[in-house]
């Protein structure tokens, strides 16, 4: 049975994005009122705990408990942050939802709104995405203008309030403490945990942070009932999901499937990305964005899910699939995504902070072919005292390209170092040795 | 024993009236517009969150003036209601602000792994050569500064370039430089492809 799907169903239609064809074609806040007129709180947060909706953000933690765990008795103001940084390299669903399907979104923000008791939510978008955020920010402004924002939503009492915070260029800013630190207007550095921002977030206040496509799903489940939602997928990885399938293959882009789909049929399928483009062969597969270890092709054949591709080693992190062809030198691909988490450290945490440095260093002469064979074994030394020892998982992040290209290609490593170049220079390469110093 | 190397550290030498202060440039003002913008930004956050606006404040100085200088971190400093040292410590962080003048097109090429896969590499090659200017350079005209930045979430349409901080280009190739820079000076933004989903 092909499954058809809910969150980018309407896409390719030209003007999907505004409220009259969100109206007529999809769920056109109907579970927003439905949830406020005839549902308690703690009703919306039943129903999202028994569909097992799991974060889209990264980590997959189920949403209804992150919502039961936000404080109630207490006179502050709480809040929804909604995590649209989508800074996770290779990953681009977000941005095709805000932009495509804002309002389902917007929907979702008002219905946690209700849920955890908050009457503001904000949507951190990145900063980058300014072309997305005027779409949103207008689309906001008919749902006011319709009154699905804004006082006595639905004549329940209920009011609500979206806003849209802009970004400015920080990876770290996704990470949802240091989000909350650049929602009051500083560097995007994390907190200590706990208290978690459940109990003290944003301004002090309880407070949930969701992703996008999180957020998304909300409306549905209220829509079209907990048995729909299990229904799809396997067990615990339940609902519909979004892909990013980028890299070296035919047809790059956002594919929605359940969480049975196979790794392998997302990157080769036809529907699907389609496979290896100008007819080379799959080397590599990162399954979840950039921090997420690498997997070989033989250990593909695996459902999509979070636990499928945790139990194989790795994650699924934000869905990001980068694929790459043989053309591809590993050590080269451990340098270019640690040049990204050494520009990108939040600079808080010394081990995270140094350790990203001395990872570009060593992985910049191994490629160059002036590195040596103890090199191999510094990185893994290196690694071993980033990782567990940062206030955020970043400093995990870090050492995932590292350690998993050094565990599936360390011959490509000690080839390097032998034939004192990179044996594997593909034409699509820059020809010029980089510059060491980022503008940081 | 001390590390430190031997310093003079007699008045004569070091007189306090001396010290030479950064130099802060222009005195900024906000132009109407974008007082009224600020003041309405402000209102979405707490009224004692007045700093939740810093980063609004400082797109707006740099749409106003094309980058933030000091006299602008001083004056957002007013504006929220904080020290220049805490603005400065914002604008220092976070990469799409320009702390010095940049041309009248930033060119933000995505160096991370999808748009390297697509060649993102030699398409900064390509355009430094083209401009004669390495990457963090403005060309002799001023019309083009060269950046790398880092994926910008638009993988499959790699390799993308941002224009400005507003602007997007897709699917540029190394091939496709001169005509890429060619079209940008005399179609200006219009040139560019933006990045939207295909709408088929
Ligand atoms: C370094 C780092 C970057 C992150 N970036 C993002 C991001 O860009 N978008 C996102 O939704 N979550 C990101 N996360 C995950 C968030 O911390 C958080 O888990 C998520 O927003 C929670 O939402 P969810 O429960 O709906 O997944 C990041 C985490 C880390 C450690
Ligand atoms: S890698 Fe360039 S946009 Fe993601």
């Not at chain 1, 239609?13 to 806040?29: H, V």
């Not at chain 2, 390509?126 to 350079?137: M, N, T, W």
Request: glycine share 8%; with cysteine.
């Amino acid at each position: 049975m092909a499954y058809e799907p809910v969150l980018t169903k309407f896409v390719k239609e030209p003007n999907c994005y505004t409220l009259d064809f969100y109206k007529a074609k999809d769920l056109g806040y109907e579970a927003l009122r439905k949830a406020v007129t005839t549902m308690q709180p703690n009703d919306v947060i039943e129903m999202v705990k028994a569909s097992g909706l799991r974060g889209r953000g990264g980590a997959g933690f189920p949403t209804g408990l992150k919502w039961q765990f936000v404080l109630k008795d207490t006179p502050k103001p709480k809040y929804i942050c909604c995590n649209a940084d989508e800074s996770e390299p290779g990953t681009f669903k977000d941005h095709l939802l805000m932009e495509r399907n804002p309002h389902l979104l917007i929907e979702g923000c008002a219905i946690g709104c209700y849920a955890i008791g908050a009457k503001v939510a904000y949507i951190y978008i990145r900063g980058e995405f300014y072309h997305v955020q005027k779409v949103l920010e207008q689309q906001i402004e008919e749902a006011y203008r319709a009154g699905f924002l804004g006082k006595n939503i639905f004549g329940s009492g209920f009011d609500c309030d979206v806003f849209v915070h802009r970004g400015a260029g920080a990876y770290e800013a996704g990470e949802e403490t240091a989000l909350i630190e650049s929602l009051e207007g500083k560097r995007a550095q994390p907190r200590i945990k706990p208290p978690f921002p459940a109990v003290s977030g944003l301004y002090n206040c309880p407070s949930a942070v969701n992703n996008v496509e999180t957020l998304a799903n909300v409306p549905l489940i209220i829509s079209k009932g907990v048995e729909w939602f299990t229904s799809l997928g396997p067990e615990k990885n339940n609902g519909p999901k979004l892909y990013c399938v980028s890299g070296h293959v035919k047809n790059p882009g956002v594919f929605e499937a359940t969480m049975d789909v196979s790794l392998k049929e997302l990157i080769l399928g036809d529907q699907y990305a389609g496979g290896m483009k100008d007819g080379r062969t799959l080397k590599a597969v990162i399954p979840g964005g950039s921090s997420t270890p690498v997997l070989l092709p033989d250990q593909i054949d695996i459902p999509a899910s979070f636990d499928a591709v945790a139990k194989a080693g790795s994650m699924l992190g934000s869905a990001a699939i980068m694929a790459v062809d043989d053309t591809t030198c590993m050590v080269w691909l451990a340098k270019n995504l640690l040049a990204f988490y050494r520009h990108e450290s939040c600079g808080k945490c010394t081990p995270c902070r140094e350790g990203a440095d001395w990872l570009l260093k060593l992985l910049t002469r191994i490629e160059a072919g002036e590195g040596q064979m103890k090199d191999i074994d510094l990185l893994l030394d290196v690694s071993k005292n980033i990782g567990g020892k940062t206030l955020c998982p970043f400093g995990d992040a870090e050492i995932a390209p590292v350690l998993s290209t050094i565990k599936h290609f360390r011959h490509e490593y000690e080839a390097h170092v032998r034939e004192g170049c990179c044996t594997i220079p593909a034409p699509w390469r820059g020809t010029r040795a980089p510059a060491l110093a980022g503008h940081h | 024993m001390s590390f430190h190397a031997r310093m003079d550290y007699s008045p004569a030498k070091f007189h306090k009236s001396e010290r030479r202060l950064a130099d802060v440039g222009e005195p900024f003002r906000f132009s109407p517009e974008h007082q009224a913008t600020f003041d309405r930004l402000v209102t979405h956050y707490p009224a004692e969150r007045r700093k939740s606006a810093i980063l609004y404040a400082l797109y707006l100085v740099q749409e106003q003036q094309g980058y933030v200088s000091r006299a602008a971190m001083r004056f957002v400093a007013e504006q929220i209601g904080c020290t220049p040292a805490e603005v400065e410590d914002v604008v220092t962080y976070y990469v799409m602000f320009f702390q010095k003048p940049v041309g009248t097109y930033a060119l933000a090429v995505c160096r991370t792994l999808s748009c390297a896969l697509a060649g993102a590499e030699r398409v900064t090659e390509a355009l430094s050569d083209h401009l004669g200017v390495p990457v963090g350079g403005t060309d002799a005209s001023g019309t083009f500064t060269l950046l790398e930045f880092e994926c910008l979430g638009a993988c499959d349409r790699a390799p993308v370039v941002m224009v400005n901080n507003d602007h997007w280009h897709e699917h540029l190739t190394p091939d496709g430089v001169p005509k890429f820079i060619e079209d940008l000076r005399v179609k200006g933004l219009a040139a560019l492809t933006g990045c939207h989903h295909k709408v088929e």
